[in-house]
């Protein structure tokens, strides 16, 4: 049985065998409208209506929502058909919305500050999974008289470790949901074919790597996967997506108290940033709790100094804004509990 956000045209050329072709847009059109239930499809006929309910069901029970920041950051669990549980990070602005994707559930990256990469793997997404997300998502976000207008691929899982599933996922989202290439930004912490693949896909992403440490020993504690793919090679993969795609990448720090919030690290990650035209955008991330991380994110003084030794040596950075860290929904912090967050 085909998950109701899997379906291809294929998949409802045969569901409909005997119908008029019009019928087949036509389901189309609504399978991919805010229109979340198919008995809203009141331009279908009600038999018609029930039996593609029954055929192509959804795939997300949504288990638990927690709420943040006045109710603007909201995060949902997600029970998949096995049993596997996932997070969703929506975050409303005046007049738009983010979300936060999971693409695995779990990670097989094991990031020491991670919540999600202290649990471990259990399976990919499918590209149905993925998209049902984003397609709930922007429902809730029209609910509330806003547009869903950025995907991010920074929940649970690591992105292009998945890309066979998460490719379908992207184009759907641009071609059908009329996302930007530009406002769908996919997160790695450095997985080198996944991020060359990537460049020769045919819409230019955002990339975003989640880098954290300018050395290879710092990073490797921090990201084991860099022992695979060290920074060296890391930063050649970084110039070809730049060469092929002319997008300017993002760099993910997060900063964590004695760890690589040092001067020397400022001025080591500048130095990689310089490396590469345009100059890479620095987002800065004050660490965020994990119980299976004891040390403290750096303290805001040692942030705004890290800041300024980059921009000291031409490099623009953000710090970004924490939301939902009172029920672990900030960067870092999804773990998929069933248990709800307990709030600071």
Request: glycine residues 6%.
């Amino acid at each position: 049985m085909t998950g109701r956000f899997a379906a291809s045209r294929e998949t409802l050329a045969d569901l409909l065998d005997g119908e008029p072709r019009y019928r087949i847009d036509q389901v189309w059109a609504a399978l991919h409208s805010p229109r979340l239930d198919p008995f809203e499809w009141s331009e279908l006929p009600t038999a018609m209506r029930a039996m593609i309910a029954e055929r192509l069901p959804t795939q997300l029970e949504a288990v638990r929502e927690s709420h943040a920041d006045d109710g603007q950051t909201v995060k949902t669990l997600w029970r998949l058909d096995d049993g596997g549980l996932i997070e969703s990070v929506l975050m409303h602005y005046p007049d738009r919305s983010t979300l936060c994707v999971s693409s695995q559930v779990g990670c097989a990256m094991g990031c020491s500050f991670c919540a999600t990469g202290q649990a471990g793997f259990t399976r990919h997404l499918t590209t149905g999974e993925i998209v049902e997300q984003v397609a709930r998502a922007r429902a809730a976000a029209q609910a509330t008289d806003r547009r869903l207008s950025n995907v991010v691929f920074m929940g649970m899982g690591e992105p292009l470790a998945n890309e066979p599933n998460l490719w379908p996922a992207i184009e759907t989202i641009h071609h059908e949901y009329g996302l930007s290439a530009r406002h769908i930004t996919v997160s790695t912490v450095g997985m080198i074919p996944g991020i060359r693949l990537l460049a020769e896909r045919p819409l230019p992403v955002t990339l975003a790597v989640s880098l954290h440490a300018a050395d290879d020993t710092t990073r490797t504690r921090l990201v084991p996967i860099n022992s695979r793919y060290p920074i060296a090679d890391l930063m050649d993969a970084c110039r070809y997506y730049l060469e092929k795609r002319r997008r300017r990448i993002s760099f993910e720090w997060a900063l964590i108290a004695g760890v690589n919030d040092t001067r020397e690290q400022a001025e080591a990650l500048a130095d990689l940033c310089r490396q590469l035209r345009p100059i890479a955008h620095v987002n800065l991330i004050p660490l965020n709790d994990t119980p299976g991380y004891p040390v403290r994110g750096s303290a805001r003084s040692v942030v705004d100094s890290f800041r300024s030794t980059l921009e000291g040596r031409g490099v623009s950075a953000t710090v970004r804004r924490t939301r939902g860290d009172e029920i672990a929904a900030a960067c870092g912090q999804l773990a998929a509990s069933v248990s709800p967050p307990r709030r600071r």
